[in-house]
């Protein structure tokens, strides 16, 4: 059902730090044995042929069929698999495959592949940004530009279109962070190299209409599917004042767990194989909690409720605006750097 209440026309800013550092110090207090679940998950990087062996072998047998077989099989197929892809890349961003960062690049150039505009070194540079500063709109990509939200504004058909082409939305905030984080790096290189070097194979050895599905997977994958249902998830605002929900739903399962956000963000050094294992530790933190159990019925909801605009986020003032990367390894340290002694802030 709709909300009487007005649709927000500009983010709210609130002096509070976020959330997730303090309630991290008081699990870790109650509930020491969290840290055994630190670590990585090296069979993570097995995903990474079998996500290639599907979507490119898909692509060779929809070459010449009708134009509607194949957006039916991006939509089903396609899209799972390059959803997948990018929890791939999320997990090698957080080093929680292998413990050096060129391995766990390699493995998420590995399933970038498919994305067919290459993505994942630029990923890991924002995504662990955004976990550092989240809310900062001069340093967290999570968050709308202000271009943006206000042309999408609360209308049903604006947000229809917006999640179609989120995958390109996101790729147009790139430019407002050029000042104060670097994305440019000889991975970056590497990665754009890899990805253009198999689109060509796919569209001169395979044919347009092969291309054409690895295209629309991709938007199907985070865009006007039930899996986009995860971009509305992770941090817009359901139930104020909570800026972070998790998703305990069955797409899960193909998902690699992405859905359980507010226990990523708790602790960002925990694999997706064991992040369920968090909340069942400590359920009197999470069990309190707004969560999820449908990314159709919130998709939904995003669209054709009137309360809800892109605007509709936490935001809190930055510090000190100063250049957070500048390219080159270890600028930015991975999730597992410290295990034994995970960054947080003591509970006020």
Wanted: glycine share 6%; aromatic share 12%; hydrophobic share 45%.
């Amino acid at each position: 059902m709709s909300s009487t209440q007005p649709a927000p026309t500009e983010y709210e800013v609130v002096q509070e730090p976020e959330p997730h550092p303090a309630r991290t110090a008081r699990i870790l207090k109650a509930h020491p044995e969290v840290r055994k679940l630190f670590g990585r998950t090296p069979a993570t990087a097995l995903l990474v042929p079998l996500i290639l062996v599907v979507q490119l072998g898909m692509a060779y047998l929809v070459r010449d069929q009708p134009w509607w077989v194949i957006v039916l099989a991006a939509y089903t197929l396609g899209a799972l698999v390059n959803n997948t892809c990018y929890v791939v890349i999320h997990e090698a961003t957080h080093s929680l495959i292998f413990k050096g960062r060129a391995a766990n690049l390699l493995t998420a150039i590995g399933a970038d592949l498919v994305h067919v505009i290459p993505s994942a070194a630029t990923f890991t540079r924002f995504h662990l940004v955004h976990h550092r500063h989240q809310g900062e709109f001069d340093l967290d990509a999570d968050l709308p530009s202000h271009a943006e939200a206000k042309l999408v504004g609360n209308s049903t058909v604006m947000k229809a279109l917006w999640i179609t082409f989120f995958p390109l939305m996101q790729a147009l905030r790139m430019p407002r962070f050029s000042k104060l984080i670097s994305f440019w790096e000889p991975w970056t290189v590497v990665n754009a190299v890899a990805v253009f070097s198999v689109d060509a194979a796919v569209f001169f050895l395979m044919g347009p209409w092969a291309f054409l599905y690895v295209v629309l997977s991709i938007f199907f994958s985070i865009g006007l599917h039930p899996l986009g249902g995860r971009m509305i998830q992770e941090h817009f605002i359901v139930a104020h004042p909570q800026e972070t929900y998790s998703y305990y739903g069955p797409w899960n399962i193909s998902a690699l767990n992405v859905g359980y956000h507010n226990e990523h963000h708790d602790f960002s050094a925990v694999p997706w194989n064991r992040l369920p294992q968090v909340k069942a530790t400590a359920p009197e933190f999470y069990d309190t909690l707004v969560s999820h159990r449908s990314w159709t019925g919130l998709l939904v909801k995003f669209i054709t409720d009137p309360s809800i605009s892109l605007y509709s986020r936490i935001t809190r003032p930055g510090g000190i605006k100063r250049r957070v990367l500048t390219g080159g390894v270890g600028r930015v340290p991975d999730s597992v750097a410290s295990l034994d002694q995970p960054p947080v802030q003591p509970a006020t």
